[in-house]
């Protein structure tokens, strides 16, 4: 196998063998890359978008009565995009924005450092005074055309400022993206917000005609006018019903009648249920009462359910058990002994006075049945009156929405009137203009940005290392490349066709780093060796 045939070997060879260049190249451009991002100059960023509403053809001149559609409106063409873009980076509103700012004290940014070193002071202190006093007399004297003073440090602002500002249509849409780069953000920023107002103003005042406004400024009064009417009116409405919306408010009564019949439905059967198990009730005590000594059964458990769990009356469950057991045993011992006995004697006491004990309870538990009858019927009432007052409130607001909705109708019918008027008049200021340009709208506001859009270290250092890495390595191959010398045993016996006998290795140990830690010292032995 040839050993020129394995890359890798021949690679590693040749960057080990050179090592200490590729050490000190990637080193130097190392620190170069570190210091590139202190030594350049920041530039930010500063982004806008414009769009281009559609364009309108005119159907009517501007004596045509107001109405709405009298016009048509087309999407902007490619050449309507274009000549709003044209618009936004001409010079000369550029020049105009700059000149604003300068006379604020707000632009105090020279155009560069060759232009403020050299050019600038030049032109200041040699250029405009010999034009001044030497040749513009002299152009006076013999009757030719005095050439005035510029401003040459606006024109070079102007120049910087149109080679910075970047104005582009966005593919497929009728937006244009503006991006400005400034070494100030704020300044910048300050730029691009009144470069789009004097863009829109400018081509206001291209667009508009000389019309007269007193009409306009008549017809605006008795516009507001009339809504103030119409919403006083409203307001007085709604106050004269404490509602700020009567529709919500409907909705809500609507719902708590709902709530409040469904709820009055089941105490009517509440109720119902209750009166017959009273009536009931009163039928069995009064049957109770009659009875012989041996009756001993009550046809009522006194069981309540509660969200259909059942609750029984333990004091009656008691005594009836109770006096059903005297009962029984009464009969039971009445085969035994004699009814007129002293043992069913007092077996007959003990049983009237448990029944006495027995029925004083139903009683009682007979008043409650009444007691609580009472209260569902006066929750049946109340709630029936609940019921009452929200309809007659559901009522009362109804009719407040109905007028109030003729009251919107006529207030939104005056909005669309007046807006109409609006549009038709703005549009016939610049009728005899919106031929070809359409109607521009800021839809992005710039803003400051807080990161510079250049130099960026992130992104520098890393492709800087990178590169710098590359590089020593290309050095290292230009290098092997015009080196003749033999390397390796292989290449006698390759170009020479000798063997090779014997083969003596340095046996010279390499000399470790004498410093210790992270050290300039051990940095500089370590690119040294």
């Not at 863009?199 to 291209?206: E, G, P, S």
């Amino acid at each position: 196998m040839n050993p020129k045939e394995n890359y890798l070997h021949e690679f590693f060879r040749i960057f080990f063998a050179n090592r200490q260049l590729v050490k000190r190249v990637f080193l130097v451009f190392a620190v170069l890359t570190l210091l590139l991002p202190l030594f350049l100059k920041q530039s930010f960023d500063i982004t806008a978008e414009v769009i281009v509403q559609s364009k309108k053809l005119s159907q009517s001149d501007t004596n045509t009565t107001l109405q709405q559609e009298t016009d048509k409106f087309i999407p902007p063409s490619l050449a309507d995009m274009e000549t709003e873009s044209n618009i936004l980076r001409s010079p000369t509103l550029i020049r105009q924005t700059i000149n604003q700012l300068r006379a604020e004290g707000t632009y105090q940014t020279s155009p560069g450092v060759m232009e403020s070193l050299l050019f600038g002071p030049l032109r200041r202190f040699v250029v405009n005074p010999l034009r001044e006093y030497l040749i513009n007399p002299a152009r006076h004297l013999l009757g030719l055309e005095v050439d005035p003073v510029r401003d040459t440090q606006l024109d070079a602002l102007t120049e910087q400022a149109v080679k910075s500002l970047k104005v582009e249509t966005l593919p497929g849409s009728n937006v244009i993206s503006v991006t400005y780069s400034f070494p100030d953000p704020a300044v910048g920023t300050l730029f691009v917000k009144r470069l789009l107002d004097n863009f829109l103003k400018n081509r206001q005042d291209l667009q508009s005609n000389e019309l007269p406004e007193t009409f306009y400024e008549q017809k605006k009064l008795q516009y507001q006018t009339r809504m103030d009417d119409l919403e006083s009116k409203r307001l007085g409405l709604l106050e004269s019903v404490a509602s700020s919306d009567p529709k919500e408010e409907i909705t809500f009564r609507l719902n708590a009648i709902n709530t409040e019949e469904q709820a009055l439905n089941l105490f009517r059967d509440r109720l119902l249920q209750s009166q017959n198990w009273l009536d009931y009730l009163k039928t069995s005590r009064a049957a109770a009462s009659s009875n012989k000594l041996n009756d001993y059964t009550f046809p009522y458990t006194f069981t309540t359910t509660v969200d259909n769990v059942a609750f029984e009356d333990r004091e009656i469950k008691q005594l009836g058990e109770q006096l059903t057991t005297q009962v029984s045993r009464y009969g039971s011992d009445l085969a035994v002994f004699q009814p007129g006995s002293e043992p069913m004697l007092l077996q007959r006491e003990q049983i009237a006075r448990t029944r006495q004990q027995f029925l004083k309870i139903v009683d009682n538990r007979i008043q409650e049945r009444e007691r609580d009858l009472g209260v569902v019927q006066e929750v049946i009432a109340q709630k029936t009156q609940r019921i009452a007052d929200y309809k007659d409130r559901v009522h009362q607001l109804q009719e407040t929405q109905s007028k109030a909705r003729q009251l919107d109708t006529e207030i939104d019918a005056l909005h669309k009137a007046f807006f109409t008027y609006t549009q038709r008049y703005e549009e016939s200021r610049s009728q005899g203009q919106l031929d070809n340009l359409s109607n521009a709208r800021i839809l992005s506001a710039p803003y400051e940005p807080s990161d510079p859009a250049f130099p960026k270290p992130l992104l520098i250092i890393p492709f800087g290392l990178l590169t710098g890495l590359l590089l020593a390595i290309a050095l290292v191959y230009v290098r092997e490349f015009f080196d003749h010398r033999f390397k390796h045993p292989a290449q006698l016996s390759h170009q020479l066709g000798l063997p090779v006998l014997l083969v003596i290795n340095d046996q010279t140990p390499e000399q470790p780093n004498p410093y210790s830690g992270w050290s300039l010292p051990r940095l500089l032995h370590w690119v040294r060796n």
